[in-house]
């Protein structure tokens, strides 16, 4: 782990299991109301590192990818939500609206793969996850948070890799 600037931090990752054991412990510290956005290309590890997230915020749901479906959902036993998109297949910002994100990340979490693509529909306010294909096992994730309470949880996180936990 590397930390670029006061508030981005990049992950290499060497293994389809090391994305989601560095996501699980994202996951840990996700509650309702947060906005995940990932962005990348195709085989990127976006659903991969989803995978890890559901199982560490706590949902023993499987997690597949939402490409054909648009949304799936996940649920805790507390009867929390965490809905999954993909954005890859929305044609234009005007669709975007059209489904109702806002009540996903207000009462829910929402975590948006191809995230870039609908971004103008998006608040400032969110957690960005950047990830990049290296090598055929490699890939590279860098978090980017926007607003103090996803800054909070990054300092949470970096403090929790660096521990070890
Ligand atoms: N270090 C790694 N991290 C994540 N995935 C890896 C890694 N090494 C190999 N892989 C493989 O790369 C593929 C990543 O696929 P995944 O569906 O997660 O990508 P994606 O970004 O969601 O793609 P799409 O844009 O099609 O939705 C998986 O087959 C995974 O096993
Ligand atoms: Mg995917």
Redesign the pocket.
């Known amino acids: 782990m590397a930390i670029l600037t006061e508030k981005t931090t990049e992950f290499i990752?060497?293994?389809?299991e090391?994305?989601r054991r560095i996501a699980m412990r994202l996951g840990a510290l996700i509650t309702p109301g947060m906005l995940i956005c990932l962005s990348?290309?195709?085989?990127?590890?976006?659903?991969?590192?989803v995978q890890g997230l559901s199982i560490g915020w706590g949902s023993s749901d499987a997690v597949s990818?939402p490409?054909f479906i648009l949304i799936n959902q996940y649920q805790k036993l507390d009867g929390h939500v965490l809905y999954h998109l993909?954005a890859?297949r929305i044609a234009n910002s005007f669709e975007a609206e059209e489904l109702d994100l806002v009540d996903m990340y207000e009462h829910g979490i929402l975590v948006i793969?191809?995230a870039e693509r609908i971004k103008e529909v998006l608040p400032k306010d969110a957690l960005w996850v950047e990830?990049e294909y290296v090598s055929?096992?490699?890939?590279r994730f860098v978090f980017k948070p926007d607003g103090e309470r996803y800054e909070t949880m990054m300092d949470v996180f970096r403090k929790r890799s660096f521990g070890g936990h």
Do not use: A, I, V
Not at 40 to 49: E, H, I, N, R, Y
Not at 136 to 139: G, I, S, V
């Open positions: 990752s060497n293994s389809t090391q994305t990348g290309d195709l085989g990127s590890g976006k659903t991969t590192f990818s490409t993909d890859y793969e191809w990830c055929e096992d490699k890939r």
